[in-house]
């Protein structure tokens, strides 16, 4: 519809409104309107304000208006004019109305030219006229194409928009408004949207066939109901779903577990959120978090079978993964990321390495003072324990050591996983610096710590003092010089020799410089010329602990003459005899002539035992080994003489025999849940020095130079030795894993929903464990000994959907009770249906346009259910306007509405979900199609109305609406402009004109 203003002449106005270019003509250019096909030829729109023509004048007689070159429109229009008052119309006729289609030509122009005939002459006055055609509703709809045609290779979601036809419409704005309507059997399936011409699925596609075709309408919204044209035009369309004839992809998960899924997709950006803060303290805290960007609230997670097969221990909740053993390694994860019940899913994969702070730990060598030992040591004897020290607990299983010696390899053994360094060979007198590195592996990292050991090889008293083979042992003269030497090499005291006379003490007339070996006369007034003298040379060395000699037998015969001669002259050539060192041989390899030697000498029984915590510090001595003896040749000082070396027959004993001191000490770490015992055999082997010594004495004693030692029977020279080895607390309660994963069903009190058992190696109260939990203690109850755990409490899942339940084992020992998180217990309640479904909003209205075609999807009620298993369904009471999709809530017109203008639907709906049910009212008005605004036209632009000016206030001047024949309800609003003076008049909605005032106050 259209505002309509009227003029009304009832007095006689004078005012021009000139332009630039005409005296006459209120306008050089006068925009008129006029519609397409229309009936009448005399129906235009004049302009509102400014009158079309020219003023009359005291000097103007009469005006006439004519169309000049009007050749183009081929005598389309006339033209005639109208005197009214003071002013001369123009006014414009249609010669042939249904010439005029706005699609072919909207605008026209006129060219018009004014006769005035004045007082003082003819004169002419031209003037332009743009005639506009408005737009008439004459046009149909017409789609773009003819037949359409989707093909779907992806996924399709409910609601989702498949394709948007367009049909066009050759008529402008109002008349243009196009509606569509879909017209085939599959309205439950798909949506067509009457305005937009987007069309929707709305069913589940998984029952999507492959191939759908139909037809849909378009057709002029006002053009249908106000020219009742049924005329619709139609597209064909062709829809073909490939995705759903695709076969399911399957592969499998480490779990063994055969996954099935659509489509592979690369649509996210996968992101792994290594946590940083995680180390074996807080092992219950998740290593890697896994999330999407764009970021998805829920997803799948599966591990798959190229994964590395160390994967299988690790543990997965929700989109964390957990290590469920105490120790870390490299993994290589390959991952199935599924989305929307596994219609797509992503490959992902991630090395999953734990980084090591060394820091952390300060790995370092414990500090070892410089070992002293003699340079007879036996080979594989003990010398030190290398011990590694750090300040983190780390699980054993976890680190691994490896120990380099770097250098010396022939002199020494390290074992290169106890630590152990042993001697490998003899070794010279010397000062040895061994560099030794420690690798530390953890996690398939590594590191490495280096240190040096000095070790210092004391010579041993090994070689007897030997006279040379040059010496005399037949004197005829004095004085003489007896040389020794020393094959040792300290010649302070083990290569240090000294001279004594073996044999001639009280009145001897002879002696001999300890110092240089010169014997001479001491008392020749005691010396008997005639005398021969048998004395004996000895030659000591100051060996510690004990002093080996040489001795050797002379002949001193000064019976033809005494002389003093020069120690230089010249030596004589008598052979020299020399008392060698006896060799100890085997029993099958001494002589017949050998003397046997009885020791006795040993340990005063055979076997012994002990006990030893298993804490017991490194270099603990257990016992001193006391060696009983009975008429041994030589003097023994038990406290500081040791005639033997002690071998141990197991080297991977963690024990040694400390030679110097006699003892038993603990060389390395011990640990009872190993091994609870050790048993070796300790045996006595008499050092070489006190060997020889024995010769030396038993040589004097016996006059004989081949000795054998054999030991009697009353002592023992091996004594076999057990340890047992006594717990302590040393062990923190453990599980075999770290995380479980249990369902509970929600709303229910439930008795034994877990046994958690944890293992402690100790012994006693340190192995004995008691259960406790961290939290959650208003819901969960554990029994302390059996570990059984029970809900006591009901929980919501709508609430706590997931807990974490941290279980603590202690275990009971006397002097120190260790515990520790024994497990985490992952908890997912199970939903139960004890939600009532819930609408969105109290209730629905909606306003519909009558015009919507049947079928149309005009609305959605929504409910929500609090239980997981949000299984709803939708229902109406029955009507006969409207149904619902039960499964989504969509609502769709069953009719046409267009015959209830004004009324209004009232429909109760309900939700269910199986068990509970909810109401909610829907409202439903519907409202008239907005008519197109078509333009006011009328036959002439003024009108002459003549009152009499003694008409009383109120008298009806005229009825607009009858005079200019037109219809009220085409007209919105009427109003009287004027806006020069006030004037004494007033029209109502109904088009009536009154008199409102008296005409003097005009």
């Keep these: 519809m259209s505002s309509l203003s009227i003029l009304l002449f009832y007095i006689i106005l004078t005012s021009r409104i000139i332009d630039n270019t005409n005296i006459y003509f209120t306008q050089s250019i006068y925009d008129i309107w006029c519609q397409e096909n229309i009936l009448s030829n005399s129906l235009v729109l004049y302009p509102n304000r400014i009158r079309a023509g020219i003023y009359h004048t005291s000097n103007i007689k009469s005006v006439v208006y004519n169309l000049i070159d009007d050749d183009d429109n081929n005598s389309l ?19 042939r109305p249904f010439d005029i289609n706005r699609e072919y030509q909207n605008l026209y122009v006129l060219h018009l030219q004014a006769t005035i005939i004045t007082i003082d002459g003819n004169s002419t006055e031209q003037a332009k006229i743009h005639l506009h055609v408005a737009d008439s509703n004459d046009n149909d709809a017409v789609f773009d194409m003819d037949a359409y045609e989707q093909n779907f290779t992806e996924p399709i979601e409910i609601q989702q928009s498949l394709i948007r036809f367009h049909a066009s419409d050759a008529d402008e704005i109002q008349h243009a408004q196009i509606l569509y309507e879909l017209s085939s059997s599959f309205n439950d399936t798909f949506s067509l949207h009457p305005y937009t011409g987007e069309l929707y699925l709305v069913s589940n596609n998984d029952n999507l066939q492959s191939i759908y075709e139909f037809y849909i309408h ?65 092992i219950h805290q998740p290593i890697l978090i896994i999330q999407t960007l764009p970021q998805i609230e829920f997803f799948e997670i599966f591990l798959l079978l190229n994964s590395s097969s160390n994967s299988i221990e ?50 370092d060598v414990k500090t070892i003072q410089p070992i002293v030992i003699e340079e007879n040591l036996p080979q594989n004897s003990f010398l030190t324990y290398i011990q590694l020290q750090y300040n983190h607990i780390i699980p054993e299983e976890q680190l691994i050591v490896n120990y380099q010696l770097l250098n010396n390899h022939i002199q020494f053994n390290l074992d290169p996983k106890t ?53 005399l042992i037949e004197l005829n003269e004095l004085p003489y010089k007896f040389q020794a030497f020393d094959l040792d090499e300290n010649k302070q005291t083990n290569g240090r020799i000294t001279y004594c006379l073996g044999n001639c003490f009280t009145d001897c007339p002879f002696e001999i410089n300890p110092n240089n070996g010169v014997l001479q006369l001491r008392k020749q007034e005691k010396f008997n010329k005639a005398q021969v003298y048998n004395l004996q040379i000895i030659a000591f060395d100051w060996g510690e602990p004990i002093s080996l000699e040489t001795k050797i037998d002379i002949h001193i015969d000064l019976s033809s003459r005494l002389v003093r001669r020069d120690l230089t002259g010249k030596l004589s050539d008598t052979s020299l005899w020399t008392n060698q060192s006896i060799s100890i041989l085997p029993e099958q390899s001494y002589p017949a002539n050998t003397k046997i ?12 035992f002990y006990h030893l915590a298993e804490d017991a510090e490194i270099n603990t001595i257990i016992d001193r080994l006391l060696i009983e003896h009975d008429s041994f040749p030589l003097f023994i000082n038990n406290e500081k003489d040791n005639l033997f070396f002690y071998t141990i027959n197991d080297t991977s004993a963690p024990f040694t025999i400390d030679q110097n001191e006699k003892t038993i000490k603990l060389t390395m770490p011990i640990d009872r849940e190993k091994q609870d015992r050790y048993t070796f055999e300790i045996e006595l082997k008499l050092k070489p020095t006190y060997a020889m010594k024995l010769q030396d004495i038993n040589s004097s004693l016996k006059g004989n130079s081949l000795f054998r030692f054999q030991y009697s029977n009353k002592y023992y020279q091996k004594i076999l030795v057990t340890i047992y080895i006594n717990d302590v607390n040393d062990n923190i309660p453990r599980c075999d894993e770290f995380h479980k994963h249990i369902y509970l069903n929600e709303n229910q009190i439930q008795t034994n929903i877990f046994h958690v058992q944890a293992i402690d190696p100790d012994q006693g109260d340190s192995g004995t464990i008691v259960y406790s939990l961290l939290d959650n203690n208003q819901y969960f109850t554990i029994n302390s000994h059996t570990g059984q755990i029970d809900l006591i409490q009901q929980i919501d899942r709508e609430e706590k959907p997931f807990l974490q339940l941290y279980i603590i084992a202690s275990d009971q020992g006397q002097q120190l009770q260790l515990q520790s998180i024994c497990m985490t217990l992952h908890i997912t309640i199970a939903d139960m249906n004890d939600n009532i479904p819930r609408f969105l909003l109290a209730n629905y209205t909606y306003q519909l346009f009558s015009d919507l075609p049947r079928d149309t999807i005009f609305g959605q009620i929504h409910a929500i259910d609090f239980d997981s298993t949000n299984n709803l369904i939708y229902s109406i009471d029955p009507n006969p306007y409207v149904k619902i999709d039960q499964y989504t809530g969509h609502l769709r017109l069953k009719h046409n509405i267009y015959h209830m203008i004004d009324q209004t639907i009232n429909i109760t709906a309900q939700v269910s979900d199986g068990l509970h049910v909810n109401y909610t009212e829907i409202y439903i008005y519907i409202i008239r199609v907005t008519e197109a605004q ?41 109003d009287i402009i004027h806006d020069d003076h006030t004037i004494p008049f007033g029209i109502d909605q109904q088009g009536i004109a009154r008199l409102s005032d008296r005409f003097y106050s005009v």
Excluded: M
């Excluded at 249908?224 to 049924?230: A, M």
């Excluded at 530390?440 to 040096?452: D, G, M, Q, R």
């Excluded at 009885?598 to 029984?605: D, K, P």
């Design 314 to 363: 690790l543990f997965f909740r929700q989109n964390k993964i957990y290590l469920n053993k105490f120790y870390s390694q490299e993994y290589n994860l390959q991952f199935l990321i599924c989305f929307f019940n596994r219609t797509q899913c992503q490959y992902a994969n991630y090395d999953l390495t734990y980084s090591i702070d060394w820091n952390l730990f300060q790995f």
């Design 218 to 282: 378009a057709y002029d919204r006002h053009r249908k109901y106000f020219v009742n044209n049924n005329i619709k035009t139609k597209a064909h369309v062709k829809l073909i779903f490939q995705e759903n004839n695709k076969t399911l992809q399957r592969i499998q998960t480490i779990f063994n577990q055969i996954i099935e899924f659509k489509d592979a997709i690369s649509t996210y950006k996968i992101l792994f959120k290594k946590n940083t803060n995680w180390n074996y303290h807080n």
């Design 419 to 471: 630590s152990i360094l042993r001697l490998g060979k003899y070794l010279k007198c010397q000062i040895y610096i061994l560099d030794i590195q420690v690798d530390i592996y953890l996690s398939n990292e590594s590191y490495s710590v280096k240190t040096t050991i000095e070790i210092n090889v004391n010579e041993i008293n090994k070689h007897r003092p030997q006279f040379h083979n040059q010496t």
């Design 77 to 95: 229009f006339s033209i005639k004019t109208k005197r009214l008052v003071d002013f001369y119309f123009f006014i414009l006729n249609i010669t």
């Design 934 to 974: 078509e333009p006011i036209l009328l036959r002439e632009p003024a009108y002459e109305i003549v009152i009499n000016r003694s008409l009383p206030i109120g008298t009806i001047i005229t009825n607009v609406y009858h005079d200019l024949r037109l219809l009220e309800s085409s007209v919105d609003f009427i």
């Design 597 to 608: 030697i009885y020791l006795n000498i040993g340990f005063n029984r055979n076997s012994t």
